[in-house]
């Protein structure tokens, strides 16, 4: 398999975390979780099923934040603002970090509601129907689609790539891509995967797969998490075992743990 290269120099992180962790009760769901996940690139987020993956992302937009049993702490810094802090507007925080869950569900209503939803909802002043347009064209919808067309009766390839619309409608610098070729055929996945890749000029992208061959097709960098036994928890608890180049994650792992995942074993 080819791998893409990363990029010859490293530039400011789009997004840093420093030492994210989420406890529920006693037990510690993510445990100090610290990355830079680099601009304009897409890395894959991978790790067994239950180990923290949407956890992480929802913590990111501070989704999180709607339950409140749970204990976020650390620091996660998009440029010099640390997102955790109180001030933070957390309605235009989760459009600057645009979340998209796989199988994508678009709201009732037709594909322009789609669309325009969120940019109406955060009182944009612009064209409404030249926005449209334009992010018709970056998601590679046809210029012809029937947008009064009810959106949930659309195929799951349309419908993604509306979410995926409404979500660049409001540009945001991330774009957090939970598993969003789930319902999709190969053909589709394939055809997702290249549009992300364009997208990557304009948008950071972080995005969680159970399908390592995506990670190996699509992803510049890889984080693997796994739960780990530590000293003083009773339970395993998920931390970042790896963050690298997919092509080191794939080739040449630098943790057993890593080495094992990526060859089924774990
Ligand atoms: N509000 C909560 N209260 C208690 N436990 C929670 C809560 N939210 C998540 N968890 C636990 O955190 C763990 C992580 O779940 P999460 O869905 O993030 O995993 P995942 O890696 O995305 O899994 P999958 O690949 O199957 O989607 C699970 O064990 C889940 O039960």
């Given at each position: 398999?080819?791998?893409?290269?990363?990029?010859?120099?490293?530039?400011?992180?789009?997004?840093?975390?420093?030492?994210?962790?989420?406890?529920?009760?006693?037990?510690?769901?993510?445990?100090?979780?610290?990355?830079?996940?680099?601009?304009?690139?897409?890395?894959?987020?991978?790790?067994?099923?239950?180990?923290?993956?949407?956890?992480?992302?929802r913590c990111l937009n501070r989704l999180s934040d709607l339950?409140?049993?749970?204990?976020?702490?650390?620091?996660?810094?998009?440029?010099?603002?640390?997102?955790?802090?109180?001030?933070?507007?957390?309605?235009?925080?989760?459009?600057?970090?645009?979340?998209?869950?796989?199988?994508?569900?678009?709201?009732?209503?037709?594909?322009?509601?789609?669309i325009v939803l969120p940019a109406r909802l955060q009182g944009?002043?612009?064209?409404?129907?030249?926005?449209?347009?334009?992010?018709?064209?970056?998601?590679?919808?046809?210029?012809?689609?029937?947008?009064?067309?009810?959106?949930?009766?659309?195929?799951?390839?349309?419908?993604?790539?509306?979410?995926?619309?409404?979500?660049?409608?409001?540009?945001?610098?991330?774009?957090?891509?939970?598993?969003?070729?789930?319902?999709?055929?190969?053909?589709?996945?394939?055809?997702?995967?290249?549009?992300?890749?364009?997208?990557?000029?304009?948008?950071?992208?972080?995005?969680?797969?159970?399908?390592?061959?995506?990670?190996?097709?699509?992803?510049?960098?890889?984080?693997?998490?796994?739960?780990?036994?530590?000293?003083?928890?009773?339970?395993?608890?998920?931390?970042?075992?790896?963050?690298?180049?997919?092509?080191?994650?794939?080739?040449?792992?630098?943790?057993?743990?890593?080495?094992?995942?990526?060859?089924?074993?774990?």
């Amino acid at each position: 398999m080819e791998f893409l290269p990363p990029p010859p120099r490293f530039t400011d992180p789009a997004l840093r975390l420093q030492g994210l962790t989420v406890e529920h009760g006693d037990h510690c769901l993510l445990h100090q979780i610290s990355c830079e996940f680099p601009q304009q690139t897409i890395t894959a987020i991978v790790g067994p099923s239950g180990c923290g993956k949407t956890l992480l992302l929802r913590c990111l937009n501070r989704l999180s934040d709607l339950q409140p049993e749970l204990r976020v702490s650390g620091q996660i810094w998009l440029r010099d603002r640390n997102l955790r802090d109180r001030q933070v507007n957390v309605e235009s925080l989760r459009c600057q970090l645009a979340l998209i869950r796989g199988p994508a569900t678009p709201i009732a209503g037709s594909l322009y509601d789609n669309i325009v939803l969120p940019a109406r909802l955060q009182g944009y002043r612009g064209n409404l129907e030249a926005l449209v347009r334009e992010v018709l064209t970056i998601v590679e919808l046809p210029e012809n689609l029937d947008l009064q067309q009810a959106a949930r009766h659309c195929s799951p390839e349309t419908q993604l790539r509306l979410c995926l619309a409404r979500a660049i409608a409001m540009e945001p610098d991330i774009l957090l891509l939970d598993e969003p070729c789930l319902p999709l055929d190969s053909a589709a996945t394939l055809a997702f995967e290249e549009l992300l890749l364009r997208l990557c000029d304009r948008h950071t992208i972080l995005l969680i797969t159970n399908n390592l061959a995506q990670a190996g097709r699509c992803a510049t960098y890889t984080a693997l998490l796994h739960p780990v036994l530590i000293d003083e928890q009773k339970l395993p608890v998920t931390k970042l075992i790896e963050f690298a180049p997919t092509s080191q994650i794939f080739r040449q792992p630098q943790h057993p743990i890593t080495d094992d995942f990526v060859c089924g074993r774990r």
